[in-house]
């Protein structure tokens, strides 16, 4: 046989062309561009592939593609006269959890119609009543406050725009929670919902039965913060989604904050929002090569290969215990410096299909690079799903060394971040665990990889509570150089009896849900719980969660995304103003900022250059038809004084990630001050700017700014005073503080247009 090479060339053509990426409407792909897509599309189809094996019939969150087939089951039973009760229920709940909450509330009226003993409500009953008032409420959310969209909207208090025009769903439930709490005076959830029913139709608190009502007073501000306005319908950052992640910073290299969110689940795409420097945002998802790239619960960034060009990571897949559920890969996305991103997750050897909600980056052995902790969920023996240390090989890979670190704990991690708790240079790691103790790694270091070392000293040191835990984060919030560790509680009752534990807490009442934990550093590798003398001893049940500095007084404050699947929680989130260290102050209502709707992924930036800190937070739940539109809170400003610090590792990584900032500050009277900052993401669930925006309070100047570089050395560089109201770069072996020029612009006072 004579080989046709011209044949084969053209065979070969063909083949490359099968696979070659789709061209984007009105931009030109370079072939460079298309070899990077060609990586991107590789994770598609994975994940495409996946999602084609799910079993949705029994999927507990993905209730959109559920209803297609429970609607053909219902369709055939009808059809047979074998329609049972059980289906039926099943058929009421799918509908509500796609977000169908009219067709709900027909079969839940249809179900109390047909069967007249459902009519009185028992114990037995009670569930299906509660049912058709939640259905009631969640239709009045969709109309008055989704549909019909305003800044004020699901803000707790319900004030102004957010009262409720079309009454009918609100009226509906209360009548409901009115005769579910004749038989159940004690039902705290049905109260706090009663309460609030009354609030969205301006009703409150005059006409709340008095046995029932919950006093205004129980939420009144413990400090009288300025009044944050939430402008995302402003500026085109309404997305209008699911659960998931948040990164704000500069991803181009313009020294404007962009934007990328996630919505969580198989079908939510992430997006990204480029920021113009004019007060708007351009939606950059398909020209960046983003389309297609769906899932995410969280988003963290970081330059991983040291080129000045910041990257992310997707963490996917949480909740999924099992395959059939779709258990989707996480994925890193290589900033490309061009304006595109590519999917390289399976070239860099990070892909597996392991449910992950949390991740950090940490240069754990001081090597300049920035390796990677994935906290994966095991939910039970049958399905293990081990956690993940990926070393960066410096060569635009990684490689897993948890087994060799004694790190792969199969445990149900919902929260890692990482932080130096000793001072020693080391970084060292804080794991949060839904069902078992937390733990606290203390980095001891080594020679080369084959002989470091790791040790869980949680029990010792103090920090294994909660039991049941959720996001975490360190932070040195008394400004006295040791990094201190919150963590919260998230346990059963939080989980199905969110609302009720939260009325228990505002009335004083005796609370069954676990609280939060404060831990303030001591030294010696040792901690004290100051929760209670901190006033953090509350019903703070978070899955989103971050920190920044609201007022810009130097100390760190931080917010709260009290998500939870179950309808029923519709409870504010939270915010908290840090007193000088003293204790921390309940600001939600003053600030403006407890919104109602399920609260995930929040990220502390600033997006105008004005000095101050604004504030974005993803809204929506876990089911298909819980979506909301996320909010964007403006910082009002304050006249406290403020510094921008960009700072650019040579000998450590790029990013800077774990570094410490010391700025000494002097006083008015002559007395000094010392704020510390570490340049991270902030909190496990959400990510904050990695410039360091630091709060300087109402100083007369700056006397030095010094920087400990997370080289290993343990020691810090100090590079002198420097003005304040500026945003200055230090670029680590330079002694130099660089000022840079940044432009700062107004937001738009009015609403532009829906980001989609």
Not at 621 to 632: I, M, P, R, Y
């Amino acid at each position: 046989m004579v080989l046709n090479y011209k044949y084969l060339a053209i065979l070969l053509f063909i083949w490359a062309c099968k696979d070659s990426p789709k061209e984007v409407s009105g931009i030109e792909i370079t072939p460079k561009q298309k070899d990077f897509r060609r990586s991107t599309d590789q994770m598609i189809d994975s994940i495409q592939t996946i999602i084609s094996l799910v079993n949705f019939r029994n999927h507990p969150y993905e209730s959109a593609e559920k209803l297609k087939l429970i609607e053909q089951a219902v369709t055939a039973a009808s059809a047979n006269n074998q329609l049972s009760i059980p289906l039926y229920i099943d058929y009421g709940k799918t509908l509500l959890n796609a977000g169908k909450s009219q067709e709900a509330i027909d079969v839940f009226e249809t179900l109390l119609e047909k069967l007249p003993e459902n009519k009185v409500i028992t114990k037995n009953t009670k569930g299906l009543h509660e049912a058709l008032a939640i259905s009631y409420m969640r239709l009045a959310e969709q109309i008055n406050c989704r549909d019909n969209h305003s800044a004020e909207s699901c803000l707790f208090p319900i004030k102004g725009k957010g009262i409720h025009t079309n009454k009918r769903g609100s009226q509906k439930a209360i009548e409901i929670y009115k005769e579910i709490l004749k038989v159940f005076p004690d039902d705290l959830q049905s109260r706090w919902l009663l309460n609030l029913a009354y609030m969205t139709l301006d009703e409150y608190p005059q006409q709340v039965p008095k046995a029932y009502l919950i006093p205004p007073s129980a939420f009144k501000p413990e400090y009288n913060l300025a009044v944050f306005q939430n402008i995302a319908m402003n500026v085109g950052l309404d997305v209008n989604g699911l659960a998931g992640g948040v990164i704000v910073d500069d991803f181009n290299n313009d020294d404007y904050i962009d934007i990328i969110v996630s919505s969580w689940g198989l079908f939510g795409n992430v997006l990204y929002f480029e920021n113009n420097g004019d007060g708007s945002f351009t939606n950059k998802t398909e020209a960046s090569g983003l389309s297609g790239l769906t899932g995410g619960l969280n988003l963290i960034q970081a330059d991983y290969n040291n080129d000045g060009h910041l990257d992310f990571f997707i963490c996917r897949g949480a909740w999924s215990g099992f395959n059939w559920m779709g258990q989707l890969p996480n994925s890193l996305l290589k900033n490309n410096g061009d304006g595109t991103f590519t999917d390289v997750t399976i070239t860099s050897g990070l892909y597996a299909k392991r449910p992950t909600q949390s991740a950090v980056w940490l240069d754990f052995n001081n090597d300049g690079w920035l390796d990677l902790y994935v906290g994966n969920e095991t939910h039970s023996t049958k399905e293990l799903n081990p956690a993940q240390f990926f070393l960066n090989t410096k060569d635009g890979a990684f490689k897993d060394v948890a087994p060799r670190l004694g790190l792969n704990f199969t445990e149900y991690i919902k929260g890692v971040n990482s932080g130096d708790i000793n001072n020693d240079g080391l970084p060292d790691i804080y794991i949060s665990i839904l069902n078992g103790p937390n733990k606290l790694l203390l980095n001891k270091g080594g020679r080369n990889i084959e002989d470091w070392k790791f040790e869980n000293i949680a029990p010792t040191a103090g920090v294994s509570e909660p039991i049941e835990s959720f996001p975490t984060w360190f932070f040195d919030f008394d400004n006295d150089g040791w990094e201190d560790i919150f963590v919260t509680c998230f346990d059963s009752y939080s989980l199905s009896q969110q609302a009720a534990e939260t009325a228990a807490d505002y009335l004083g009442q005796k609370k069954m849900a676990d609280l939060p934990r404060l831990y303030r550093n001591t030294g010696s590798n040792r901690f004290e719980n100051v929760t209670k003398k901190q006033h953090l001893d509350r019903i703070l049940p978070a899955m989103g969660c971050n920190y920044g500095d609201l007022d810009n007084d130097g100390f760190l404050d931080f917010y709260l995304g009290t998500g939870a699947p179950d309808y029923r929680a519709i409870v504010p989130n939270r915010m908290f103003r840090n007193n000088a260290g003293i204790a921390f102050q309940d600001v939600t209502y003053a600030g403006n900022f407890g919104h109602i709707q399920k609260g995930h992924g929040i990220g502390f930036a600033d997006l105008d250059n004005d000095g101050d800190q604004d504030i974005y937070a993803v809204m929506g739940g876990s089911v298909s038809g819980d979506v909301f539109q996320n909010a964007l809170y403006e910082n009002p400003g304050t006249s406290n004084q403020w510094i921008t610090v960009q700072l650019q590792g040579t000998a450590s990584n790029r990013s800077a990630i774990g570094a410490r900032i010391k700025i000494t500050l002097e006083n008015h009277d002559g007395s000094t001050r010392t704020i510390y900052n570490t340049v991270s993401s902030g909190g496990s669930f959400g990510a904050n700017s990695l410039q360091a925006e630091i709060g300087l309070g109402n100083c007369k100047a700056i006397k030095s700014i010094a920087v400990n570089w997370p080289d290993g050395k343990a020691t810090y560089t100090d590079y002198g005073s420097s003005a304040t109201g500026v945003t200055i770069k230090i670029i680590e072996g330079n002694e130099n503080l660089i000022e840079v020029s940044r432009k700062s612009f107004e937001f738009p006072k009015q609403h532009t247009s829906m980001a989609h």
